[in-house]
């Protein structure tokens, strides 16, 4: 019996097929794209189909889609084909119920700035206006448009060089770099849920150099109920096995525990990222079992 409730897009209603999508694909960054129409008109509408797709050259990308209900073209999408530029402003939880007025589809006419009362800010290179209380604005040139299908909820991915960036001052630290936590960026989930990133943050650094990995730790720490992934993650992080030190000595700490008190022991230190100390103990472990 699959743990799995199973779903074949295709019997699926519309409706549900993009529920199901937009809770599978979550959190969404929210690309609140400012346009301008070829006679002049400003919009500003968010786009959670939204994200990064190069650093060189930076490219973004957007997707509005045809109108699930009625069919229509959005005016982002006709205004960014016309006039071949758009800015993104990263959307904040201060922000964020100004930037649902702008959801709503008015006419091309209506200028959601002054919807939504949020202020525009001039851009460098681009003349569409970026979104001043967002604290991180791209002026981007468009350069492809892949559509998807022409039918309702049909998608239009839009691409576009990012030819400036804008970053408020108050956003980055003293090292230079931009906080996280100052730019309180919010996300897009399923349904109606929103997510705010600098209530949940956690750091991770990326692997620099090849770690031994899970398949060459030792069947008996791999198949204990004591080690999650997570853990066992932690344990194959290294790079290269740590000398047993331990081992070498007559008698340490960990002498009189059993076999199952020894991996506890391992087990918690690996819950405290405490991994060169969690190795020692998998040394003195595998030289029991293993004889
Ligand atoms: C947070 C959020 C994210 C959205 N993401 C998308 C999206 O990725 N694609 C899309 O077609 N519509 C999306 N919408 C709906 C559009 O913002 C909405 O249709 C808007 O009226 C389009 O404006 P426009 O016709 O002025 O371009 C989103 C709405 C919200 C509130």
């Not at 919807?115 to 209380?133: A, M």
């Amino acid at each position: 019996m699959t743990k799995f409730q199973q779903f074949d897009p295709n019997k699926l209603e519309l409706r549900e097929r993009h529920q199901l999508l937009l809770s599978s694909v979550a959190p969404r960054p929210i690309g609140f794209t400012g346009s301008k129409s070829k006679d002049g008109h400003i919009n500003l509408a968010p786009f959670s189909y939204h994200n990064a797709f190069s650093s060189n050259p930076p490219m973004v990308g957007i997707s509005p889609a045809f109108s699930g209900r009625t069919g229509k073209t959005k005016n982002t999408l006709t205004n960014i084909l016309d006039t071949k530029e758009f800015t993104l402003s990263v959307v904040t939880h201060d922000m964020v119920e100004q930037m649902n007025i702008c959801a709503a589809e008015y006419p091309k006419e209506v200028d959601e700035f002054e919807k939504s009362g949020l202020t525009k800010y001039p851009c460098k290179i681009v003349s569409t206006p970026g979104v001043e209380e967002s604290p991180l604005i791209m002026e981007c040139k468009f350069t492809q448009h892949i559509q998807f299908s022409d039918k309702p909820a049909g998608g239009n991915l839009l691409l576009g060089e990012i030819v400036y960036f804008h970053a408020k001052k108050d956003i980055i630290n003293d090292s230079g770099k931009i906080d996280p936590i100052k730019v309180d960026q919010v996300a897009r989930m399923g349904f109606n849920w929103y997510t705010r990133a600098n209530q949940g943050l956690f750091e991770l650094p990326a692997p620099r150099t090849c770690p031994i990995g899970i398949d060459t730790l030792s069947d008996s720490i791999k198949r204990n109920p004591l080690f999650s992934g997570k853990l066992l993650a932690r344990l194959a992080s290294v790079e290269t096995i740590p000398e047993p030190t331990l081992l070498k000595k007559s008698s340490h700490k960990y002498s009189d525990f059993t076999n199952e008190e020894l991996l506890q022991a391992c087990a918690k230190l690996l819950e405290t990222n405490n991994i060169k100390d969690a190795w020692q103990i998998v040394h003195i472990f595998l030289s029991r079992v293993d004889n």
